[in-house]
Each structure stands twice: as structure tokens, then as C-alpha cells.
């Protein structure tokens, strides 16, 4: 297990710029979770990642679905895509059977899941998933994101 990354992110395109790097790294099968409070870029940074995996659609946070699938369509490098899973876990509040009721399991069998607000709710359902913290600078745009992959 390598020790976590951190990298400071003055501007959103910074930090969206972070989620197409990991997006390199990710397969089918991949749970990222995201952590961190209101404003910090999890959306953002997510972005990024559809961007990376080349992903189809428009992706903003999926607050009020709770989950939405984005189909693969063709990384930036001309390889083919990676379906992705984007799921805001706020409103779970630790519910269980609502969590279920998602079937992310299944998806993790051919999409890269990443979840809002998913510390401590999600990371039993798959052996390892890449936790990516952001915090954010008091009154600034400034980012700092820290990263590893646990399991």
C-alpha cells in the first residue's frame, strides 16, 4: 500500500484536472468514495474522472436522484470508455436498505462507481476502493485533495 498523495488544487480546473489523472487509473470494478464538506469539489473532481474515463453526458451532482449512470463512450486518448456510476450519498444518512436498494454491487461489476459524501457508508462493497479527502481553504477557492487506495 503506497502512501497517501496530496496535492494542493488553487482553481476547479485544477482540481478537475486531478480527476482526469485518476481516471487513468481506474477500471471497471473501481469504487472511488469522496469526502469532504459542502463546496470542497467533490462534483468537480468527479467531473473530472467522467472526463477521464470518457464518459458520456453531462455530469452535475446527482443530490435529489441519489445515483446516475453515465454510458461509456471514448477516453481522450481514442481507447474505449468506462461506464461510471455517480452517486450522492448524502441524503442516505447511513440508510442501509436505501443503499441496497441501488444495487451498486452489480454496477461494480462493469462501471467505475464514485460516491458523494460516501465515507463510512459504502466501502463494504468492494475489497479496496481508491478515498480521495478534499478540504477547502477558509474563504478561498484553494483545494487541497489527498488520496490513496485502501484494501
Do not use: C
Not at 57 to 86: L, N, Y
Not at 104 to 119: I, P, Q, R, Y
Not at 122 to 140: F, G, T
Amino acid at each position: 500500500m503506497a502512501d497517501p498523495r496530496t496535492r494542493v488544487l488553487p482553481s476547479v480546473d485544477d482540481t478537475e484536472a486531478l480527476g482526469r489523472e485518476l481516471a487513468q487509473t481506474l477500471r471497471p470494478g473501481d469504487l472511488v468514495v469522496l469526502d469532504g464538506p459542502l463546496g470542497a469539489g467533490k462534483t468537480a473532481l468527479t467531473r473530472g474522472i467522467a472526463a477521464g474515463l470518457g464518459v458520456q453526458g453531462r455530469v452535475s451532482s446527482p443530490t435529489f436522484i441519489i445515483a446516475r449512470a453515465h454510458r461509456a463512450g471514448q477516453r481522450p486518448d481514442g481507447s474505449p470508455g468506462v461506464p461510471m456510476v455517480h452517486v450522492d450519498a448524502y441524503r442516505l444518512a447511513g440508510d442501509l436498505d436505501e443503499l441496497d436498494s441501488l444495487d451498486l454491487d452489480t454496477d461494480l461489476n462493469h462501471a467505475v462507481v464514485v460516491v458523494e459524501w460516501g465515507k463510512g457508508v459504502v466501502e463494504h462493497l468492494a475489497d479496496r476502493h481508491l478515498r480521495v479527502q478534499l478540504v477547502r481553504e477558509p474563504e478561498s477557492d484553494v483545494r487541497t485533495a489527498i488520496w490513496e487506495w485502501i484494501g
